[in-house]
């Protein structure tokens, strides 16, 4: 009976802690509202501007999103946006949202899930630009639930509406000695007048293999004289010689190689006491060119012979005025007596702006003339003659 009387006092005491347990207040439901994104990115080129952002994965109770509807796109001039009362435009989910973004059955070992990136385009119509040159439109998105319930609005980025202007035309690219010329037809800047706006043209050159762009030139788009531009006529058809048209000169590339050149016309905004604001417009079409060399050095000029050897071995000393070519291999050395043909004495090009032809014989008379070669084998005619006679 002691024993049981034991038994029965350790159980009821086992039944009363657990009916003392904490169990604590039950959780909230899940109101799946997608985070808002925090990387929003706005790029403007003519009258478009591309808006990128990171879609969400968490809601804002750190849920994996299960419940996503459309995205809003969120525009304001010059105020920021509080709200996304109305959207400019709306973006779907992505259909390969959970491939990318990984579901609650992914495995914990396979990393961190891949990132997916959405992305809009908005564009500004003439009568904005024209209301509000020198504003500011100011970009937000909002993600929403199935239901159209969103968290608010994501980071807010900023872009100006300074007006932005055709490409001009006849945009022409073609290989000459000097490099390759870039003409354009300059239009005029009709409503390019706004306060604190002037307006530059860009010339862009890459290479065949590549998708990079590099920056070249950049001149008023004015087609005033300048550095680097003429106003000389180029290729025009018949009838369009009353065109203006400005140029380039490309001296930064290498032989040899295929290029693609295009230009755009840039819209700068300078307000005083904040930094230069560029748009650029949109861009001509691009311009193939294969930089083939097939252009011979300067003609040499100045060939002077002399005579020495007095009590040694006669020679004839050749001198000319240097080529400043910046491809130049050397020169070539063409030697001829009265009524012969000219034959080069030379076995390698000449390095310097000076021979001496030890091969002479007294009682002669040799004619002389001088070419250059560049370092592609192409080579120039050949100088105005000099001559001398061997005693």
Same mark, same amino acid.
Request: charged content about 20%; aromatic content about 8%.
């Given at each position: ?5 034991? #038994? ?16 604590? *207040?039950?959780? +909230?439901?899940? #109101?799946?509202? *997608?985070?808002?994104?925090?990387? =929003? ?9 591309? #808006? ?17 509807? $459309? ?13 996304? @009362?109305?959207?400019?435009? @709306? ?30 385009? /908005? ?18 998105? @909002? ?22 202007? *055709? ?21 005029? =800047?009709?409503?390019?007048? $706004? ?13 065949? $293999? ?8 950049? =001149? ?5 004289? &300048? +550095? ?13 010689? /009353? ?36 748009? $650029?417009? /949109? ?12 252009? *011979? ?11 020495? &050897? ?7 000393? =050749? ?54 070669? /560049? #370092? ?8 105005? @003659? ?6």
């Amino acid at each position: 009976m002691r024993l049981l009387g034991q #038994l029965l006092l350790v159980v009821g005491g086992s039944m009363w802690m657990a009916g003392c347990a904490s169990i604590g *207040p039950p959780l +909230p439901p899940s #109101l799946e509202l *997608p985070r808002p994104p925090s990387d =929003l990115r706005a790029a403007r080129k003519g009258d478009k501007v591309t #808006l990128t952002w990171t879609v969400p994965t968490r809601t804002t109770d750190r849920q994996s999103v299960r419940y996503m509807g $459309e995205t809003r796109i969120c525009r304001s001039v010059d105020a920021a946006p509080a709200s996304c @009362e109305t959207a400019v435009g @709306e973006v779907a989910p992505p259909a390969d949202f959970w491939s990318k973004a990984g579901s609650k059955a992914a495995s914990k070992t396979e990393g961190p899930a891949k990132k997916t990136t959405a992305d809009f385009v /908005d564009t500004l119509s003439v009568a904005i630009e024209r209301a509000h040159p020198t504003g500011l439109a100011t970009y937000a998105v @909002e993600v929403t639930n199935t239901a159209g319930r969103g968290a608010g609005l994501s980071n807010q980025v900023r872009v100006a509406l300074v007006p932005t202007l *055709p490409p001009f035309g006849d945009f022409a690219a073609k290989v000459v000695s000097e490099g390759v010329f870039v003409s354009w037809r300059c239009a005029a =800047l009709a409503g390019a007048k $706004e306060s604190g706006v002037k307006y530059l043209f860009r010339i862009y050159r890459r290479q065949e $293999e590549s998708r990079a762009a590099t920056k070249i030139g950049e =001149l008023s788009a004015s087609c005033t004289n &300048g +550095p680097g531009v003429s106003d000389a006529f180029v290729d025009l058809p018949p009838g369009r010689r /009353d065109d203006f048209m400005a140029s380039f000169l490309d001296q930064t590339f290498e032989w040899e190689k295929t290029y693609f050149y295009r230009g755009t016309v840039v819209s700068v905004m300078q307000m005083a006491g904040t930094p230069a604001v560029e748009v $650029e417009g /949109d861009d001509t079409p691009e311009v193939k060119v294969f930089a083939h060399d097939v252009f *011979p050095p300067a003609v040499p000029v100045g060939v002077q012979a002399v005579f020495s &050897g007095a009590g040694q071995q006669p020679f004839i000393d =050749l001198i000319w005025a240097p080529v400043t070519d910046a491809d130049l291999e050397g020169y070539n050395i063409h030697r001829h007596e009265q009524g012969g043909v000219p034959v080069k004495v030379n076995p390698e090009p000449v390095k310097t702006p000076a021979f001496r032809d030890m091969q002479v014989v007294s009682g002669k008379t040799y004619f002389y003339s001088v070419s250059a070669v /560049d #370092l592609r084998g192409n080579e120039s005619a050949r100088s105005e @003659e000099a001559s001398e006679s061997v005693p």
